[in-house]
């Protein structure tokens, strides 16, 4: 699994966790810390927060809300000066679902794009929102919009544009010098749209090879398509479609951004769905050099005769470890719900206790990164990856030979 694949993964864990803590009061505290900001200054909010929190009415919320700043103030101290490279997100409160109970935890996340907001709040959830929307923006897209007299570069990053580049071309410049015959004139022209256009290629190498998932070509008029066809930018980059747009300005951005809805959002499901079908054809072709479900994948995964992992989001089981407290003797056991498990452990009889528990999806992700084995995780949302789910139990694999 790649890293920001597996960042990307780790931080909807979290976010699926901290969404089901709730407070019996506004005693959970949420904390951000942009991208290398001084923590004193996040430090010096939360000594006066401390200072306001004793005058809370209530005893026990006050001692709460006391107890969770006096604890990030202390981990604070861990980061030195300032915050790290992507900031920090700190989740602070009495989780316990016990009212004769308290039980503060502290629950820290680096999350893979950096933070730009500072935030203090207390409420009796947390505050994801933040973190949410990294979710939504991992993935840039390079626009040039262009015609034969200016260019201009932006990079799209979920909602957000920034302007990279403005060029302008002077090979249409209607100036021409005494004693020029009109073939040269128009020859000189040509050179000039020629060195325009490797100029436009030359800011789109160093804007976007290994940045962006792809680049938008839009403009209007033929330069944009004579562009294309001439390629004077490294052959990594990869166009994702040509549009047409009246300007080449921040309006020309707007508009690439207004038509190419679908070329962006379908990047992520033309994946999905190629390497899903692929799949499918694999697990019915005579030499069915793939397989699904858990019993073979793990089999596959442990023989190492597993090539890549293919694992659903959607994917909800546990997988517990059953030790027999008599004997010694120790089994797994896969079910999809606690009253599942239960009634496996009843069935089982003796004296039988569960050790641990984990995630299945965790577990076959650990397995396959441990045997060196590419992993791809596969989003329920799309109609392939419903179907993944659905029909192969969200767990299969390709493999080397059978």
Do not use: W
């Amino acid at each position: 699994m790649d890293e920001s694949t597996k960042q990307k993964y780790e931080l909807k864990k979290q976010l699926a966790r901290l969404r089901e803590l709730k407070g019996s009061g506004t005693e959970l505290i949420s904390v951000y810390i942009p991208s290398k900001q001084p923590v004193h200054e996040m430090g010096s909010k939360l000594r006066e927060e401390a200072g306001q929190a004793t005058n809370i009415k209530s005893k026990s919320t006050r001692k709460n809300v006391g107890d969770a700043l006096e604890r990030i103030l202390h981990h604070l101290k861990t980061y030195g000066n300032t915050a790290p490279a992507s900031g920090v997100a700190i989740f602070c409160g009495n989780v316990s679902d016990n009212p004769a109970k308290t039980d503060i935890e502290l629950i820290t996340v680096f999350p893979p794009e950096p933070i730009q907001v500072s935030i203090y709040r207390c409420d009796s959830r947390f505050f994801l929102e933040p973190l949410e929307r990294t979710l939504l923006t991992n993935d840039a897209y390079g626009i040039v919009v262009m015609d034969g007299r200016e260019c201009t570069l932006a990079e799209l990053k979920g909602t957000n544009t920034r302007i990279l580049s403005r060029i302008r071309s002077m090979a249409h410049a209607k100036i021409r010098k005494g004693g020029q015959s009109a073939r040269r004139f128009e020859r000189l022209i040509e050179e000039s749209i020629e060195y325009y256009y490797k100029h436009v290629g030359e800011h789109m190498d160093r804007y976007f090879v290994n940045t962006v998932k792809g680049v938008i070509v839009g403009g209007p008029g033929p330069a944009k398509e004579n562009f294309v066809k001439m390629s004077p930018f490294n052959y990594q980059i990869k166009i994702l479609g040509v549009v047409d747009t009246g300007y080449t300005d921040e309006y020309g951005i707007r508009e690439v951004m207004a038509k190419s809805g679908d070329l962006i959002s379908e990047q992520a499901a033309i994946k999905e769905r190629v390497i899903i079908e692929r799949f499918i054809k694999a697990v019915v072709s005579e030499e069915g050099l793939a397989t699904y479900g858990e019993a073979e994948v793990r089999k596959a995964l442990e023989s190492k005769q597993a090539s890549q992992l293919l694992i659903s989001e959607g994917l909800t089981y546990k997988r517990a470890k059953i030790v027999d407290t008599t004997t010694g003797d120790v089994q797994y056991i896969t079910a999809k719900s606690p009253f599942d498990l239960q009634e496996k452990i009843n069935a089982i009889g003796g004296t039988v206790k569960v050790e641990s528990e984990q995630l299945l999806i965790d577990d076959l992700i650990e397995l396959a990164e441990k045997m060196n084995v590419e992993v791809m995780v596969i989003s329920p949302d799309t109609a392939e990856g419903a179907q993944f789910l659905g029909s192969f139990y969200g767990i299969g694999a390709f493999l080397r030979y059978r």
